[in-house]
T-cell receptor, first 114, second 115 residues
Framework: DGGITQSPKYLFRKEGQNVTLSCEQN?????MYWYRQDPGQGLRLIYY???????QKGDIAEGYSVSREKKESFPLTVTSAQKNPTAFYLC?????????????FGDGTRLSIL | DQQVKQNSPSLSVQEGRISILNCDYT??????FLWYKKYPAEGPTFLIS?????DKNEDGRFTVFLNKSAKHLSLHIVPSQPGDSAVYFC??????????????FGKGTKLSVIP
């Protein structure tokens, strides 16, 4: 089945630690995205990538980093500089970012601080 | 400043009746709109979309209406079913430069369909 796989589903982080959230897609999509959702809030864009080896900051990129070394993979690192990392993180992909195409989402990773 | 607003955090509807979810936007550069449905602990799934050159798009029980002059869109679900109970997000697309388009989401409306 084609889709987007995010792992782990739940993640706990100690203060001062960096953690990496995995996102893999087998849809052959060029564009990938990371969003953050807080309770009662819409989705806010952290980073996006239009193509391999390229990525752009979204609205709330501070304290996060990404890489796009392979088309299928777009991992997100939540660094210790992110002061309020507790949230639900969603990865998405679309065929390209050059058009009005629906984004397909993974099932998310819930990150909590210990 | 919220560019996409869903002013009703929740909505309850009887099974078989019509559900109407509303969305307002402020950015006149938005030219494509989507509705997503989200169950707890899952990612959103795409439901239906509409281009700004249309005022209506229909897909089975789901119809989206767009009123550009009022900067308002709505999602109608007829008839509503218990399985429709979920959070519905309105999203709008605008060109963001460098050949890419960005999606802006509303905060969502939680729909409960009562059997």
């Amino acid at each position: 089945d084609g889709g987007i796989t995010q792992s782990p589903k739940y993640l706990f982080r100690k203060e001062g630690q960096n953690v990496t959230l995995s996102c893999e897609q087998n849809l052959n999509h060029d564009a990938m995205y990371w969003y953050r959702q807080d309770p009662g809030q819409g989705l806010r864009l952290i980073y996006y990538s239009q193509i391999v080896n390229d990525f752009q900051k979204g609205d709330i990129a501070e304290g996060y980093s990404v890489s796009r070394e392979k088309k299928e993979s777009f991992p997100l690192t939540v660094t210790s500089a992110q002061k309020n990392p507790t949230a639900f993180y969603l990865c998405a992909s679309s065929i390209t970012s050059q058009g009005r195409q629906p984004q397909h989402f993974g099932d998310g990773t819930r990150l909590s601080i210990l | 400043d919220q560019q996409v607003k869903q002013n009703s955090p929740s909505l309850s509807v009887q099974e078989g009746r019509i559900s109407i979810l509303n969305c307002d936007y402020t950015n006149s550069m938005f030219d494509y709109f989507l509705w997503y449905k989200k169950y707890p602990a899952e990612g959103p799934t795409f439901l239906i979309s509409i281009s700004s050159i249309k005022d209506k798009n229909e897909d089975g029980r789901f119809t989206v209406f767009l009123n550009k002059s009022a900067k308002h869109l709505s999602l109608h679900i007829v008839p509503s079913q218990p399985g429709d109970s979920a959070v519905y997000f309105c999203a709008a697309v605008a060109y963001s430069g460098a050949g890419s388009y960005q999606l802006t989401f509303g905060k969502g409306t939680k729909l409960s369909v009562i059997p």
